[in-house]
C-alpha cells in the first residue's frame, strides 16, 4: 500500500524547496511512490547550479554556466543513468594529456616536477589525517617551502573546494577527493540533466520565505503571500540562502543544525570567459589546458582551457579568495585573465581575445549565494548533521552541501543527497498521519 504523508487538508504530501538536482531527484522518485509532491522553485528555472545557456557574447555556442563534469565516473549515479537514456555522454580528454604547465615568469615548466610535488604534498597532508580536524594548508606544514605547494593548494583548495587551502576541513576534504575519469555532456551538462530529470510540475519563482511545524505536517509561506500545506518538506536551497535567514523556520532550527550551516559556508569558483577575436587559435588544439605557478601561498592563480569542445572561447577558473574579489567586476575579472594568457603564451596570445566576456554570477545572485559548501576545519562532520531529519522525520535538507557519499560540490552529490531524503521520508512513514 502506497504510504500517506498527508490527509485530503493538505494540498500535497510532500513539498520540495529548490528546484535544482537535490530537489528534482527527490521530486522524482517520490512521484514514483505514489505521493503527491509540490516542487518550488524561487527562480525562473529548474536546474540549480547546472545551467546551460546560449550567450549572445559566445554567438550562442553552449556554455555551462555551473558543473561542466560528471566527476568520478565509475561511481557517479548519473552516467549510467544519461546512458540508458541515450544521452551521448563521454569521457572527457584526461587533463594529463593536454595540459601546459609554465613558471611565474611564463617559462615552460615539467608537468612532471608538478606531479612530483603533488605526490609528496599528497603523502604530507594525508600524515595528518589521524590528528585534530586541521586546516589543509595547517597540514601541509612539512611541504610549506616546496615551490610547488602554493600551486597545488590552490588547485585542491581554489578551484576544486571553491575556498582556500587554509579555509578547509583537512577531514572533509579528504572525503571528498574525486577520483577517476569524469565524463562530458555535449552540448551542456545543464540541457542534459534538465532533460533527465525534467519534473512533471513545479511552481516557478515562487521563493519559499518561511516553514512551519503543525500537527501532522508543514506550513509554507511563499514571497507573495501564498500558504501551502504539505505532510512534509525537504529543502534543498543552498548553505548560502539558509545562513542568510531567507527562510524562518519555526521552531526554530536546533543548536547543533545551526553549528553545521555555520560550519558549511559557500565557496565560490568562477568562470571568466572570453571570446576570440578573429579566427588566431594561437596552434593551440581545443581543450589545450594552462596553468602556471602560483608564487606565494594565498596568492591568487587560475587555470585556463582554450576552445573548449572546439568552441571560439578561453574559460578561466578561479576560485576562493580571489573569485569573490573579482565578483561582480567584469572589467576586473576580463583584465585578471588576460594578464594569466599574456604570462604564459606572451603578449601577441593577449590579442587573440575580445575583454567583452561574461564572468559567471554565483555570488551575487540571491538564490545561490555562491557556488558550492565548503567546510571548515572542525567541521567534518556538519553534512551528516544538516542532513539529519528534524521534526519528527517532516522537515530535512539536502542537497550538495548535505552529500556524505564522498562527492560533495558535484551534481553526483547532490542527486544522491536528494534521493536519500526521499528514501528516509518514504521509510520513516507508513501510517496515515494525525490531520493537518
Not at 610547488?148 to 571528498?176: K, R, V
Not at 577520483?179 to 540533466?193: K, R, S, T
Not at 513545479?202 to 500558504?227: E, F, K, N, P
Amino acid at each position: 500500500m502506497t504510504p500517506r504523508l498527508a490527509t485530503a487538508s493538505a494540498d500535497a504530501d510532500v513539498a520540495v524547496i529548490g528546484a535544482g538536482v537535490a530537489g528534482l531527484a527527490a521530486a522524482a522518485l517520490l512521484r514514483g511512490a505514489g505521493l503527491s509532491v509540490a516542487l518550488f522553485e524561487a527562480g525562473p528555472r529548474i536546474g540549480g547550479r547546472a545551467f546551460t545557456d546560449h550567450p549572445a557574447t559566445l554567438k550562442g555556442a553552449a556554455f555551462d554556466h555551473g558543473a561542466s563534469w560528471l566527476h568520478a565516473a565509475h561511481r557517479n549515479p548519473l552516467v549510467p543513468l544519461a546512458q540508458a537514456q541515450g544521452e551521448p555522454v563521454h569521457p572527457d580528454t584526461p587533463w594529463t594529456d593536454r595540459v601546459r604547465v609554465f613558471l611565474e615568469n611564463g617559462q615552460p615548466a615539467s608537468f612532471d616536477d608538478y606531479e612530483a610535488a603533488e605526490t609528496r604534498w599528497q603523502h604530507a597532508v594525508t600524515a595528518r589525517l589521524g590528528g585534530d580536524d586541521s586546516s589543509l594548508a595547517e597540514a601541509a606544514a612539512a611541504v610549506a617551502g616546496d615551490p610547488w605547494t602554493a600551486t597545488i593548494e590552490t588547485w585542491e583548495g581554489a578551484i576544486i573546494a571553491a575556498a582556500d587551502a587554509d579555509q578547509l576541513s583537512l577531514h572533509d576534504w579528504h572525503a571528498n577527493e574525486l577520483d577517476g575519469e569524469n565524463f562530458i555532456a555535449p552540448g551542456g551538462l545543464g540541457a542534459m540533466l534538465a532533460r533527465l530529470l525534467v519534473p512533471t510540475a513545479v511552481h516557478l519563482s515562487a521563493r519559499v520565505t518561511a516553514i512551519t511545524a503543525r500537527q501532522g505536517g508543514v506550513h509554507l509561506r511563499t514571497a507573495d503571500g501564498q500558504g501551502f500545506k504539505a505532510g512534509a518538506a525537504i529543502v534543498t536551497v543552498s548553505t548560502g540562502v539558509l545562513r542568510d535567514g531567507a527562510i524562518a523556520f519555526s521552531p526554530a532550527l536546533p543548536a547543533d543544525t545551526l553549528a553545521a550551516l555555520a560550519g558549511l559556508p559557500m565557496g565560490l569558483l568562477s568562470k571568466i570567459v572570453l571570446p576570440t577575436a578573429g579566427d588566431s587559435r594561437l596552434g593551440l588544439s581545443p581543450g589545450t589546458g594552462l596553468f602556471r605557478r602560483v608564487p606565494a601561498r594565498g596568492a591568487p592563480g587560475a587555470s585556463v582551457i582554450l576552445w573548449p569542445d572546439d568552441a571560439a572561447f578561453a574559460i578561466c577558473f578561479v576560485g576562493g579568495r580571489a573569485a569573490w574579489n573579482l565578483a561582480d567586476h567584469p572589467y576586473d575579472a576580463a583584465t585578471f585573465m588576460l594578464g594569466e594568457i599574456e604570462a604564459m603564451l606572451g603578449t601577441q596570445a593577449r590579442k587573440a581575445f575580445s575583454p567583452d566576456g561574461l564572468t559567471t554570477g554565483w555570488a551575487t545572485n540571491p538564490h545561490f549565494r555562491g557556488a558550492y559548501a565548503y567546510a571548515t576545519p572542525g567541521h567534518a562532520g556538519a553534512r551528516q548533521t544538516l542532513g539529519s531529519p528534524l521534526w519528527d522525520g517532516r522537515l530535512t535538507f539536502a542537497g550538495e552541501a548535505c552529500a556524505t557519499d564522498g562527492m560533495a560540490g558535484t551534481v553526483a552529490g547532490a542527486y544522491r543527497s536528494g534521493h536519500h531524503a526521499a528514501q528516509t521520508l518514504l521509510s520513516g512513514f507508513t501510517r496515515s498521519p494525525a490531520p493537518v
